[in-house]
C-alpha cells in the first residue's frame, strides 16, 4: 500500500509511534525515525524495519526545535529526494494541576505537542505542494475533546491546538492535493497503562464502552489508511480511536 513512499515518523522508538513505524514498513514504506533521546530503542526499531526490506534512517534530537525539524528534513531530501507522508507522533504529558503547574512545563507541553507539527509541516509542504501530493497524520487525543481531570491544562491545549492547525492546513493545502488529518486515541495499551496494577486498568476499561483498552496496533491500521490512496479524498477530519468513549 505505500510501496515507493518516503514517511517521518516522530516519536517512533516507543508505543504508537513505533507501532506506526513497523506497519508503514511492512506495507513498503522507507522511514525516516525520530525520537527524542533513547537511540537504543530507536535503533531496535529501525533494525526491525530493516529486517522487512524497507531503506531506514533515523536521528535523535528535541522536534521542539525548529533548527532540528529543519535537519530531519534536510537529512530526508539528502537520502530519499523527497518525503511523502508526514506523521507528528512526538508527544509529552504532565499532570500538574493549574495552579501548581510551572510557565516553563506550559510552554515545554505546547513546544513538543504543537509546535513541532509546525514546524516539521513547515518544511514539507513545500516539497509536497511541488509534487502535488502529500499525507500529513497528526496524533492528537480525546483529551482535546473532553477535558480529564489526571492531565495537565497544557497537554489537552496543544492537542486541541494541532486538531485546529490540522483542519487550517487542509484547508490551506486541498487545491494542492496535499492530505492533513487527525488521529485522535482514546486509552490505548501503551507504556503508561501497562505499568499500572490490575485495578488501576479495569477503571480505565470500564470508562470504555467496548470495556477495552485499544492496541497501538489498531492506531497503526488508521494512520496506514490515511497515508494510503484510500484515503485520497479525506481531509481535515479526525478519526476517534477509543472503543465509543465520546459517546458517554
Known amino acids: 500500500m505505500l510501496q515507493n513512499k518516503i514517511a517521518i515518523i516522530t516519536g517512533a522508538s516507543r508505543g504508537i509511534g513505533k507501532s506506526i513505524a513497523l506497519t508503514f514498513a511492512r506495507n513498503g514504506a522507507s522511514l525516516v525515525l525520530i525520537c527524542l533521546q533513547d537511540e537504543d530503542a530507536l535503533n531496535f526499531v529501525k533494525a526491525e524495519a530493516e529486517l522487512l526490506g524497507v531503506k531506514v534512517i533515523s536521528l535523535v534530537g528535541d522536534v521542539a526545535s525548529n533548527d532540528f525539524c529543519d535537519e530531519v528534513v534536510s537529512q530526508t531530501l539528502e537520502t530519499f529526494r523527497t518525503v511523502d507522508i508526514l506523521v507528528n507522533c512526538a508527544g509529552t504529558i504532565t499532570r500538574s494541576v493549574t495552579e ?41 487525543s480525546q483529551m482535546a475533546h473532553t477535558p480529564h481531570p489526571s492531565a495537565s491544562p497544557s497537554y489537552e491545549v496543544s492537542k486541541s491546538g494541532v486538531t485546529a492547525l490540522t483542519r487550517h492546513l487542509a484547508l490551506e493545502y486541498a487545491k494542492f492535493n496535499i492530505c492533513v488529518n487527525n488521529i485522535a486515541p482514546g486509552s490505548i495499551d501503551t507504556d503508561l497503562p501497562k505499568s499500572m496494577s490490575s485495578d488501576q486498568r479495569q477503571k480505565l476499561k470500564d470508562a470504555v464502552p467496548m470495556n477495552r483498552l485499544g492496541a497501538a496496533e489498531e492506531v497503526a491500521d488508521c494512520a496506514l489508511f490515511l497515508a494510503s490512496g484510500m484515503s485520497n479524498y479525506i481531509t481535515g477530519s479526525t478519526l476517534h480511536i477509543n472503543g465509543g468513549s465520546l459517546i458517554l
Open 100 to 140: 501548581e503547574m510551572s510557565i516553563k512545563e506550559w510552554h515545554r507541553v505546547i513546544d513538543v505537542n504543537l509546535h513541532s507539527a509546525l514546524y516539521l509541516s513547515q518544511n514539507v509542504l513545500p516539497i509536497m505542494r511541488k509534487n502535488k501530493y502529500g499525507k500529513i497524520i497528526n496524533l492528537t
